[in-house]
């Protein structure tokens, strides 16, 4: 329908995910027709249930998850996609389940180089984070995730976009994310794929 706007969900893990999602969308650089709203599930257990209320309260055209996978045997990512299969009734969590392996801060340091985390250790990697960044013991604390946000820009949203590219999209490699299609649908003014999706859903 000409001149439609697509509400677009994406229902997040955690606040390092919702920080960072709400930084690229007002970024500017996805389309304007897609009402984009993030919803922040606060833990990777509630992703399922909170994914069910906004698909069934016809909250959006179209609802898509972004989460880590953790680390191996990834029993609770795994978890989450069979849940959406259950819960649609058939391979649902091959279209709208969005990872980054072993952790969003993988996605977040492509702004500035090209990385390849092994772990999702905080801890292990605070000097990588602070050398690309210049935040120091990083601890996914409100400041930290604010000052590491505010370096995220127009600009290196494509050097981001490029690294992104270097790396597997199956989810068991690490490192590994398919989080560059999602991206490349949302600056995409063709918005067929919110219904191709949907109809398979």
Known sequence: MAGKNERITIVCEGYEE?????????????????RVKIKNAKSLTNIPPVYQNEFQNDNADLVVVFCDTELTPYEQFISICNKIDRFHDCNASKYVVYFSNPCTMQVQLSHFAPVELTTNSKHMNAPLIRSLTGVDNYRARDEQRRLINRQITRENYFVMKGNLERLSRNFRVRPSTNFITLLNYLENPDASWVRRIAKKL
């Open 18 to 34: 919702f920080d960072y999602l709400i930084r690229l969308l007002h970024l500017g650089l996805w389309q304007e027709r897609y």
